[in-house]
């Protein structure tokens, strides 16, 4: 059995999205919990077993997941008909763990730092700075081969292709 721990309008809203794009809403329950709110509302669940009380956190059979960069991964690689993971031996799982560890650890604290209004320059040091972010993101994107008669296209991600019942491609 798999449970998805969720609190709508918060960071686990991303796996429920991710859940959608692997076609796997049926196979995994959706456990609605509360969680402390920036705004002071909410509170602790009794019912969320994470460890910090927060989400997203997955069980499966008994065994927890936490980590948004952590279920991503996992539920790539258990849903693997959908093709949104690169399997263990592939030469590209490398880079591929290298981004979702890189968000996680790059990219998500140097744009919540900035959402709260914190800015230091040993941060900048530490993480990178918004600019560098999106110099290394567009550097990625903008070395891949495009189309020609020897290249083949990007990989399709759920960044490049429409969600499941849209019209339009999932952007950032």
Same mark, same amino acid.
């Given at each position: $059995?798999i449970t998805?721990f969720h609190?709508p309008?918060?960071?686990?809203t991303?796996i429920?999205?991710?859940?959608q794009?692997?076609d796997?809403?049926e196979?995994?329950g959706?456990e609605i919990?509360?969680? %402390?709110? $920036?705004?002071?509302s909410?509170?602790?669940?009794?019912?969320?077993?994470h460890?910090?009380?927060?989400?997203?956190?997955l069980v499966h059979?008994?065994?927890q997941? +936490?980590?948004?960069?952590a279920?991503?991964? *996992?539920?790539?690689d258990?849903? %693997?008909?959908?093709?949104?993971?690169i399997?263990a031996?592939?030469?590209?799982?490398?880079? *591929?763990l290298? +981004?979702l560890? +890189?968000?996680?650890?790059v990219?998500?604290?140097?744009?919540?730092?900035?959402a709260?209004g914190?800015?230091?320059?040993?941060l900048?040091?530490?993480f990178r /700075?918004?600019a560098?972010?999106?110099?290394?993101l567009?550097?990625a994107l /903008?070395?891949? %081969?495009?189309?020609s008669a /020897?290249?083949?296209?990007p %990989?399709?991600s759920?960044?490049?292709?429409? $969600?499941r019942?849209s019209?339009?491609?999932?952007?950032?």
């Amino acid at each position: $059995m798999i449970t998805l721990f969720h609190s709508p309008r918060s960071r686990s809203t991303r796996i429920v999205a991710l859940l959608q794009e692997l076609d796997a809403l049926e196979a995994v329950g959706i456990e609605i919990v509360t969680i %402390p709110r $920036m705004d002071g509302s909410g509170g602790r669940d009794p019912r969320n077993p994470h460890p910090d009380g927060k989400v997203p956190l997955l069980v499966h059979d008994g065994v927890q997941v +936490w980590e948004s960069s952590a279920i991503i991964a *996992y539920l790539a690689d258990l849903f %693997p008909q959908a093709g949104l993971g690169i399997p263990a031996g592939d030469p590209q799982r490398g880079p *591929y763990l290298s +981004w979702l560890a +890189w968000y996680a650890g790059v990219v998500e604290p140097v744009l919540t730092l900035k959402a709260v209004g914190v800015d230091h320059p040993a941060l900048a040091r530490t993480f990178r /700075t918004e600019a560098e972010i999106e110099a290394r993101l567009s550097e990625a994107l /903008t070395d891949r %081969p495009t189309s020609s008669a /020897t290249a083949s296209p990007p %990989p399709t991600s759920c960044c490049t292709r429409p $969600m499941r019942g849209s019209a339009s491609p999932a952007g950032p």
